[in-house]
């Protein structure tokens, strides 16, 4: 699986949540994944989509800050949690997590990342609409 990333363009939004700053998108946002020679998933998150990037406690963000290299992963990450229906769980988790690679995250906090949304995700996931 290969991700190319477009373009992330945001504005804080003043609000927060959680402790975290929300952040509005403020253009489109362009992701094609592909999953082989053959397929090839294409997402658009639209502008005006709020983010707080990586949900990470406020205890951690002198080592892992919400908004770090990875904050494109995690806005692809919390628009497909909001569509549920289009992706399950497992697969907005993993799309994250090979993200988190390409994106040049270290092996260590690659994976406590992502073990964090396969252990504590589900409170997020379904909570949302």
């Given at each position: 699986?290969?991700?190319?990333?477009?373009?992330?363009?945001?504005?804080?939004?003043?609000?927060?949540?959680?402790?975290?700053?929300?952040?509005?998108?403020?253009?489109?946002?362009?992701?094609?994944?592909?999953?082989?020679?053959?397929?090839?998933?294409?997402?658009?998150?639209?502008?005006?989509?709020?983010?707080?990037?990586?949900?990470?406690?406020?205890?951690?963000?002198?080592?892992?800050?919400?908004?770090?290299?990875?904050?494109?992963?995690?806005?692809?990450h919390d628009y497909l949690y909001?569509?549920?229906?289009?992706?399950?769980?497992?697969?907005?988790?993993?799309?994250?997590?090979?993200?988190?690679?390409?994106?040049?995250?270290?092996?260590?906090?690659?994976?406590?990342?992502?073990?964090?949304?396969?252990?504590?995700?589900?409170?997020?996931y379904h909570k949302l609409p």
């Amino acid at each position: 699986m290969i991700i190319e990333f477009g373009k992330l363009s945001v504005t804080p939004t003043g609000r927060t949540k959680g402790g975290r700053a929300i952040f509005r998108l403020v253009q489109d946002f362009d992701v094609r994944i592909n999953i082989s020679d053959d397929a090839a998933l294409w997402i658009v998150v639209t502008e005006g989509f709020e983010t707080d990037f990586a949900s990470t406690p406020w205890f951690l963000h002198r080592i892992m800050p919400p908004a770090g290299k990875y904050a494109p992963v995690a806005v692809i990450h919390d628009y497909l949690y909001r569509r549920q229906a289009a992706c399950p769980r497992v697969l907005a988790d993993a799309i994250f997590r090979v993200g988190l690679k390409q994106l040049g995250v270290g092996r260590i906090k690659r994976w406590l990342m992502w073990a964090a949304v396969r252990l504590f995700g589900w409170m997020s996931y379904h909570k949302l609409p």
